[in-house]
């Protein structure tokens, strides 16, 4: 029986390691500081629960921002009265003052456009300019000394004013909202003006204090921006936020699959190393202030999509991982998801109307109910674990839209034709469960037909139904059959082989002897000799065949593209995939000078593309495109570079033999050589 904590004031309770939690109930509970790490909580409900930091460890945080804030604040009145030697009478204090200010401003700019990273590296540019102009100006005598003390001394103050006053902030109103963050304000601006004031002379007073104010003006800037979350000051922010969950309720290491967080309030709360499967956020207050880890949580725009369910028009291409998530129920028309790995979610009854689900994984994904009309799904990564049960769909499109083609490869392709109820998941569910029987070599079509024949006959318990035959190259084909759960599709294929082996060594007039005039027999022989005359060959559903020893032939044709061949599902599977990898490498620093991630982004698109390679082809032309992305992570260790070398190698054996004129060939002669550099292979 499930524990009932509901209502409880559970503050700084310890339910570390506990599994005996599964399925409790903590709605409208007070967890305040409780501990929950590596907790098995499947299923649990913290519903309306109140999540966060106790009191004591709140004031604590607030007391020592305030603190922050005074250092800050002192920090900022020396710099302002660095500045303030403009006005002194000296003129080497002069000429110190305007090298302070030169460079106090290219911080300012540099760090609000580019976050505070990018500002440290403004004090050398900006110093070699001021200091360039003052040789220039002056003379390099004494001068220099007192430019270098102070650039130096307002570069040092400046970065330790910016990240103290940012992070008080920041921290103020992480843990206690705007009135603490007014208080920590006022805290700094008293403090900068009471030493600017101490420290300038008469005449440079104003001065002083402006460039005090303004320096406390741009922390607060900087830390409002970190907690928007603004990617540019997203240090700020991590830190903030890890400093705020000090103390806090911690998840971190806990099995939070199914548990329910609907309208909880989780501030100041720790789910880092979390398992979040299907857990539910809807209404839940204050998520933006959680520490998430590498979670799914960790993106803003996924956070206001699990609270609101509203994800309408948005754009979730590649870089969400959002394996796991609960969208049940959730506004997803339009969206896109181009890439992105959606396996093992909960998407029952989501509106996904004209969603772009190119490439998605969908592995496991329960999508029950769920409306997917005008959907674009290509290459989408359906598998036998992904769940299409009552599914709303009219029609679907094969492939993206362009300008040229708004509607391609639609489905139904009567434009006036829809699927009826159900009928889209029969269209479109693969068939994973299947026996593939590849001839190689020298096909011989009665002796196909007359060992399937017998195969069938031997194994009832199989239930083999033919569903797709495939021409590989000019002379080999893939018969491909459904069979019953269970099967050992091993000792089918090797009985099969055997016998089809011997009937070949027949001659024509043995072979007519066992037909004996069987239409069965001679049916399915004039369809593997019609799938050797075409470059893909799909059995009819309405092929009266039904009565060959209980083989169904069942499927579809012209259906190119479409999950339903199991090639293909392959193809969009692993390509999918690779996209996934892709987006774990880091981005080029130049944009003129493509990286790994870069050049193997435009190596799976012209492979995806070609019209000269086979989907086996590129299916293995992908897989080692996968290995590389996965080498790219560390492109000079040795055992890297050995693993990309190698896929490498296959790549070109792959390519071998595709005519010049091959946009592949043209594409892979520039970049194959330039990602060989970047592992340093030469």
């Known amino acids: 029986m499930a524990l009932d904590f509901s209502g409880q004031n559970l503050r700084g309770r310890n339910f570390k390691g506990r599994q005996d939690l599964a399925g409790a109930n903590f709605s409208y509970a007070d967890i305040r500081g409780a501990n929950f790490s590596h907790a098995n909580l499947t299923g649990a409900n913290f519903s309306h629960a109140k999540a966060g930091l106790q009191r004591r ?227 839940a207050k204050m998520l933006d202030r959680v520490r998430p880890g590498s979670t799914y949580l960790q993106n803003s725009q996924v956070r206001q999509l699990l609270v609101t369910g509203q994800g309408q028009d948005t754009n979730f291409d590649r870089r969400q991982n959002l394996r796991g998530i609960n969208l049940q129920k959730a506004n997803l028309a339009d969206a896109s998801f181009i890439g992105t790995d959606l396996s093992e979610a909960n998407l029952q009854d989501a509106d996904l109307s004209r969603a772009k689900l190119k490439q998605t994984q969908l592995d496991g994904t329960d999508l029950t109910g769920a409306t997917l009309t005008g959907a674009f799904i290509e290459d989408w990564g359906i598998t036998n674990t992904t769940k299409l049960h009552g599914v709303r769909c009219e029609y679907v499109y094969m492939r993206l839209p362009t300008k040229e083609d708004p509607d391609p490869l639609r489905k139904p392709d009567n434009k006036q034709e829809e699927f009826a109820d159900g009928d889209f998941a029969d269209f479109i569910k693969p068939i994973f469960d299947t026996l593939d029987l590849y001839h190689n070599q020298g096909v011989d079509p009665r002796a196909v037909a007359i060992a399937f024949k017998n195969l069938a006959e031997n194994h009832p318990e199989a239930e083999l139904e033919i569903v797709a035959m495939e021409k590989r190259g000019d002379d080999k084909i893939l018969l491909r059959a459904k069979t019953a759960a269970g099967s050992d599709k091993s000792q089918l294929s090797a009985e099969y082989f055997d016998d089809y082996n011997q009937l070949k060594t027949l001659s024509q007039s043995q072979q007519l002897l066992l037909v004996e005039k069987d239409q069965r027999i001679i049916s399915l022989e004039n369809m593997v000799d019609t799938a050797l005359k075409q470059p893909k060959f799909y059995t009819q559903g309405d092929t009266n065949m039904s009565d060959i020893s209980g083989i169904n032939i069942q499927g579809s044709s012209n259906v190119s593209g479409i999950a339903g061949n199991n090639s293909i599902a392959n193809l969009g599977t692993i390509s999918g995939n690779v996209s996934i990898a892709l987006n774990e490498l880091p981005d080029a620093t130049d944009a003129e000078k493509p990286g790994i991630k870069e050049l193997l982004s435009q190596l799976q698109d012209a492979i995806i593309q070609s019209t000269y390679l086979s989907e086996e082809d590129k299916t293995e032309a992908l897989e080692q495109v996968k290995t590389l992305a996965e080498a790219g992570k560390n492109p000079q260790e040795s055992t890297k570079q050995k693993t990309a070398k190698t896929a490498i190698t296959m790549l070109k054996g792959i390519f071998t033999g595709l005519p010049a004129v091959a946009s592949l060939v043209e594409a892979t002669n520039k970049l194959l050589p330039a990602i060989s550099k970047l592992f340093g292979l030469g």
Do not use: P
Request: glycine content about 10%; aromatic content about 12%.
């Open 57 to 283: 460890w709140a004031i604590g945080l607030v007391i020592v921002s305030f603190l922050l804030s005074v250092l800050s604040g002192f920090f900022w009145a020396i710099n302002g009265y660095l500045v303030s030697q403009i006005f002194d009478s000296s003129s080497e204090k002069q000429i110190a003052g305007w090298v302070a200010l030169i460079t106090l401003i290219a911080f300012f700019f540099i760090t609000i456009r580019q976050g505070i990273i990018a500002g440290l590296g403004a004090f050398a540019v900006a110093f070699a300019v001021a200091f360039a102009v003052a040789v220039a100006v002056a003379g390099a005598g004494a001068i220099v000394g007192a430019a270098a003390a102070a650039v130096a001394g307002a570069g040092a103050v400046a970065v330790a004013a910016a990240v103290a006053g940012a992070f008080a902030i920041a921290v103020a109103f992480a843990v206690a909202g705007a009135f603490a963050v007014a208080v920590a304000f006022a805290v700094a601006v008293a403090v900068a003006f009471a030493v600017a004031g101490a420290f300038a002379v008469a005449g440079a007073f104003a001065v002083a204090v402006t460039g005090a104010v303004a320096g406390t003006l741009f922390s607060i800037y900087i830390s409002w921006r970190a907690m928007k979350g603004d990617q540019k000051h997203t240090l700020i922010r991590n830190i903030a936020i890890a400093f705020a969950a000090t103390g806090g309720t911690s998840f971190r290491g806990a099995d939070l699959t199914g548990a329910d967080f609907t309208a909880a309030t989780l501030k100041s709360t720790d789910f880092r190393n979390t398992i979040l499967i299907c857990s539910r956020w809807h209404q």
